[in-house]
């Protein structure tokens, strides 16, 4: 299994307290630990406002961290979970993937998804198409992103893009970026994972893990294309403690310090993606829960601490305790 640690950046309310203007030093640190630490690869999220509600708190933006990182690391991968499509034109966003690529020396991982946030969406002025419609414009983007990094411009004529001659010099390092496409959508996301993702992210629970990499499977059959060509990997959220007494008090922890800022409702409705899922737990019952995943395919985990930028302790013990268990 590999190994990829999400950086704090504010978007889930993970920097509050720390001046804005030390929190590039906070995810910067952060990033060489990761380096240090034995990590495959570090990712950010692509949004502009903070979950679970629209705040006044920092959210720094993807790519401009990417590049950042791609400037001050020297070894890990470096990715987003993941952007959304609409967000910025296919073409421009394929340019600025290669140049932070060629910045990176090839460490750069395009992590791309249609996006759902809708609150962002409408107040950055890009209305909320359907889904149908945002699904359909990750298919026609991504096929522009992979003809510029590929030949270096792309010609496309599509319902929601169109691109003429479009040139992307200097290509990749390696001629392409590896595709991360994210969403568990079994009718058409899962489809265009099986036609163009080198690597597909979604339901990391146990049944919900194994119930779309069979649908995955069954859309590969229907096109031609080998499974196993694709790498599967999922997002966990992780709590450590010693002892489940210490899991529990770090859970209500957590949930008191974002209903310090967006109210106990929904602070608590938040904590149903940590509570009962596969990386909260002890040591030990984590690796347990993770080799269970591993054996049945899943062969990259993205993990994220919510607690990393103020304490290192979640982070020690998963480094010291659970991914030697797993490597």
Known sequence: MRFGLFIPQGWRLDLVGIDPADQWEVMSSLADRAESGGWDSIWVY???HTVPLPTDEATHEAWTLVTAFAATTRRVDIGQMCTAMSYRNPMYLAKVAA???????????????????EHEWRAYGYGFPSAGERLARLDEGVQIMRQAWETGRAFFAGKH??????????QPTAGKLPLWIAGGGEKKTLRIAAKYAD???????PAGFAHKSAVLQQHC???GRDFDS?????NYNVILGETDADVERKLDDLESRIAKIVGA???SGTMGAFRGMPAVGTPEKVATNL???????????????PNIAHDLEDLELFEQQVAPALR
Request: net charge negative.
């Open 199 to 205: 690597y597909t992210n979604f339901d990391g629970t």
């Open 46 to 48: 692509d949004h502009f």
């Open 291 to 305: 080799r269970a995943l591993k054996d049945a395919g899943m062969a990259y985990g993205i993990f994220y601490f």
């Open 161 to 170: 893009y169109s691109v003429d001659g479009a040139i992307c010099r200097p």
């Open 99 to 117: 140049t932070a690529d060629l910045i990176s020396g090839g460490r750069v991982q395009m992590g791309i998804g249609a996006g759902w946030y």
């Open 265 to 267: 409702d929904a602070a």
């Open 230 to 234: 694709i790498v599967r990997s999922a």
């Open 221 to 223: 059959a229907d096109l």
